[in-house]
């Protein structure tokens, strides 16, 4: 992934410092559309020319990027086929995909006595609160121990709650009322997801269907903006939440309970 990521900030490197003609053909194109143009294009002239020499390296960069990315592709399938044979339900845990998932799997299997307790895996992961108070001053601070990779998978965990889980952020937002700074409330939110990850691994709980959330609305006439405006969120929310493309059980639920009290409302009427 960090290749593939610092090929493309060459490519663009490459392109601002080209011949504005050079540059013209390329400016208005996204990073999606841009790969499999220079991929596709035909350098010709004199490689003495920079102009030459510049067409041709970015469509040597784009050919190095489109090859990692499909032995990236292939790496997440044949990882994915693991997951599914030995931890089937770790991805269901919310913000966990095949790198975190499969992170975890490692640092468990490499370090089998020191994950028997929970408290163990917190210590082994580096997410272990460590006290760190000086004078009427009473903190903790996260341990700079255990695996550091699996402590960045957790991490990121935590940074994608935070972009798209609805409880994360409201206990975030509570714990920054109470005067918590940004480093601490990201020290108890590892915690919170080492423990969670901790008991899926241990004792596996598949992931509440949400297959009923579109099917009931459609049947109360009820739209995405309508459901939006009750519950506070976005209708784009909402809708890759029925769709299975982000995971909110909390959210969810509350959809799903809003969507009783409408059907029993009508019921009435």
Not at 58 to 86: M, N, P, Q, S, W
Not at 160 to 184: M, P, V
Not at 215 to 237: C, K, Q, V
Request: charge should be positive; proline fraction near 4%.
């Amino acid at each position: 992934m960090q290749a593939a990521a610092g090929l493309l900030v060459r490519i663009g490197a490459a392109l601002v410092s080209a011949p504005e003609h050079v540059r013209s053909r390329f400016r208005a194109l996204t990073s999606a559309q841009l790969i499999p143009a220079l991929e596709h294009s035909r350098p010709m002239g004199n490689l003495a020319d920079p102009d030459t020499a510049t067409a041709l390296t970015v469509k040597k960069l784009a050919a190095r990027y489109r090859f990692l990315e499909r032995e990236i592709l292939d790496t997440d399938a044949g990882l994915a086929e693991i997951l599914r044979d030995c931890a089937p339900l770790l991805r269901d845990v919310p913000g966990v995909g095949i790198e975190v998932a499969s992170q975890l799997l490692v640092t468990v299997g490499d370090n089998p006595e020191r994950s028997a307790t929970e408290a163990q895996f917190a210590a082994l992961v580096g997410v272990a609160p460590i006290p760190a108070s000086s004078g009427k001053t009473s903190r903790h601070r996260l341990s700079r121990g255990g695996d550091r990779a699996a402590n960045a998978a957790i991490h990121h965990v935590v940074v994608s709650r935070l972009a798209t889980d609805s409880r994360t952020r409201e206990y975030a937002a509570r714990r920054t009322a109470q005067g918590k700074t940004k480093k601490e409330n990201m020290r108890c939110l590892k915690r919170y997801v080492a423990r969670e990850l901790y008991r899926q691994l241990t004792n596996p709980q598949a992931a509440p269907s949400i297959t009923d959330l579109r099917t009931s609305r459609e049947e109360l006439h009820i739209t995405l903006r309508e459901a939006g405006e009750h519950l506070n969120t976005w209708p784009g929310t909402l809708s890759r939440i029925e769709r299975g493309l982000s995971r909110d059980d909390n959210l969810a639920s509350q959809l799903r309970d809003w969507l009783h009290e409408q059907k029993e409302a009508q019921k009435i009427h």
